[in-house]
Nanobody
Framework: VQLQASGGGLVQAGGSLRLSCELSGRIRSIAAMGWYRQAPGKERELVAIITRDGGTNYAESVKGRFTISRDNAGNTVFLQMNSLKPEDTAYYYC???????????????WGQGTLVTVSS
Protein backbone atom coordinates (compact mmCIF):
# COMPACT_ATOMS: atom_id res chain seq x y z
CA VAL A 1 0.00 0.00 0.00
CA GLN A 2 1.31 3.42 -0.94
CA LEU A 3 0.22 6.95 -0.15
CA GLN A 4 1.56 9.44 -2.66
CA ALA A 5 1.16 13.17 -2.17
CA SER A 6 1.91 15.98 -4.59
CA GLY A 7 1.18 19.60 -5.36
CA GLY A 8 3.23 21.69 -2.98
CA GLY A 9 5.19 24.72 -4.04
CA LEU A 10 5.86 28.41 -3.61
CA VAL A 11 3.04 30.90 -3.89
CA GLN A 12 2.47 34.52 -2.96
CA ALA A 13 0.09 35.48 -0.19
CA GLY A 14 -3.46 35.47 -1.49
CA GLY A 15 -2.69 32.80 -4.03
CA SER A 16 -3.91 29.23 -4.37
CA LEU A 17 -2.48 25.73 -4.45
CA ARG A 18 -4.03 22.28 -4.80
CA LEU A 19 -2.61 19.23 -3.10
CA SER A 20 -3.38 15.67 -4.16
CA CYS A 21 -2.93 12.39 -2.35
CA GLU A 22 -3.57 8.91 -3.72
CA LEU A 23 -3.86 5.71 -1.70
CA SER A 24 -3.07 2.65 -3.78
CA GLY A 25 -2.69 -1.07 -3.19
CA ARG A 26 -4.80 -3.87 -1.76
CA ILE A 27 -7.32 -1.71 0.07
CA ARG A 28 -10.61 -3.10 1.26
CA SER A 29 -12.09 0.12 2.55
CA ILE A 30 -11.09 3.62 3.61
CA ALA A 31 -12.44 5.09 6.83
CA ALA A 32 -10.96 8.55 6.41
CA MET A 33 -8.27 10.52 4.65
CA GLY A 34 -6.91 13.85 5.64
CA TRP A 35 -4.21 16.45 5.59
CA TYR A 36 -1.99 17.53 8.43
CA ARG A 37 0.75 20.13 8.47
CA GLN A 38 3.85 20.87 10.46
CA ALA A 39 5.58 24.22 10.47
CA PRO A 40 9.18 24.63 11.68
CA GLY A 41 9.33 24.45 15.44
CA LYS A 42 5.69 23.50 15.78
CA GLU A 43 3.77 20.29 16.31
CA ARG A 44 1.90 18.55 13.54
CA GLU A 45 -1.72 19.67 13.37
CA LEU A 46 -4.84 18.57 11.57
CA VAL A 47 -5.79 20.72 8.59
CA ALA A 48 -8.75 18.87 7.11
CA ILE A 49 -10.25 15.40 7.06
CA ILE A 50 -12.90 13.65 5.00
CA THR A 51 -14.62 10.48 6.17
CA ARG A 52 -16.05 7.51 4.30
CA ASP A 53 -19.53 9.02 4.34
CA GLY A 54 -18.26 12.34 3.01
CA GLY A 55 -18.21 14.22 6.28
CA THR A 56 -15.53 16.88 6.59
CA ASN A 57 -13.78 18.65 9.41
CA TYR A 58 -11.41 21.60 9.24
CA ALA A 59 -9.02 23.43 11.50
CA GLU A 60 -10.47 26.78 12.52
CA SER A 61 -7.54 28.57 10.92
CA VAL A 62 -8.38 27.27 7.44
CA LYS A 63 -12.18 27.27 7.45
CA GLY A 64 -13.56 29.18 4.51
CA ARG A 65 -10.23 29.08 2.67
CA PHE A 66 -9.41 25.38 2.27
CA THR A 67 -11.62 22.66 0.84
CA ILE A 68 -11.02 18.93 1.07
CA SER A 69 -12.61 16.64 -1.51
CA ARG A 70 -12.10 13.23 -3.07
CA ASP A 71 -12.51 11.50 -6.40
CA ASN A 72 -15.34 9.10 -7.24
CA ALA A 73 -13.27 6.06 -6.38
CA GLY A 74 -12.62 7.54 -2.97
CA ASN A 75 -8.92 6.77 -2.86
CA THR A 76 -7.63 10.17 -3.94
CA VAL A 77 -8.17 13.27 -1.87
CA PHE A 78 -7.54 16.85 -2.78
CA LEU A 79 -6.91 19.93 -0.69
CA GLN A 80 -7.78 23.15 -2.48
CA MET A 81 -6.08 26.00 -0.65
CA ASN A 82 -7.21 29.53 -1.46
CA SER A 83 -6.34 32.90 0.04
CA LEU A 84 -3.09 31.48 1.32
CA LYS A 85 -1.29 33.28 4.12
CA PRO A 86 2.37 33.20 5.17
CA GLU A 87 1.31 31.34 8.32
CA ASP A 88 0.11 28.48 6.11
CA THR A 89 3.75 27.74 5.29
CA ALA A 90 4.52 24.18 6.39
CA TYR A 91 5.12 20.65 5.30
CA TYR A 92 1.75 19.11 4.48
CA TYR A 93 1.27 15.40 5.14
CA CYS A 94 -1.47 13.18 3.81
CA UNK A 95 -2.93 10.56 6.14
CA UNK A 96 -5.14 7.53 5.49
CA UNK A 97 -7.09 5.29 7.87
CA UNK A 98 -8.05 2.14 5.98
CA UNK A 99 -8.61 -1.60 6.04
CA UNK A 100 -6.05 -3.69 4.21
CA UNK A 101 -7.12 -6.93 2.54
CA UNK A 102 -6.12 -9.87 4.68
CA UNK A 103 -5.92 -7.92 7.93
CA UNK A 104 -8.51 -7.63 10.68
CA UNK A 105 -7.41 -4.34 12.19
CA UNK A 106 -7.26 -0.88 10.59
CA UNK A 107 -4.05 0.58 9.23
CA UNK A 108 -2.78 4.13 9.35
CA UNK A 109 -0.46 5.38 6.65
CA TRP A 110 1.35 8.70 6.26
CA GLY A 111 2.45 10.08 2.94
CA GLN A 112 5.68 11.95 2.39
CA GLY A 113 5.47 15.62 3.24
CA THR A 114 5.02 18.19 0.54
CA LEU A 115 6.27 21.70 1.23
CA VAL A 116 3.97 24.67 0.88
CA THR A 117 5.67 28.05 1.10
CA VAL A 118 3.64 31.25 1.11
CA SER A 119 5.59 34.44 0.63
CA SER A 120 4.38 37.78 1.94
Amino acid sequence: VQLQASGGGLVQAGGSLRLSCELSGRIRSIAAMGWYRQAPGKERELVAIITRDGGTNYAESVKGRFTISRDNAGNTVFLQMNSLKPEDTAYYYCNADFMHYGRSSPSIRWGQGTLVTVSS
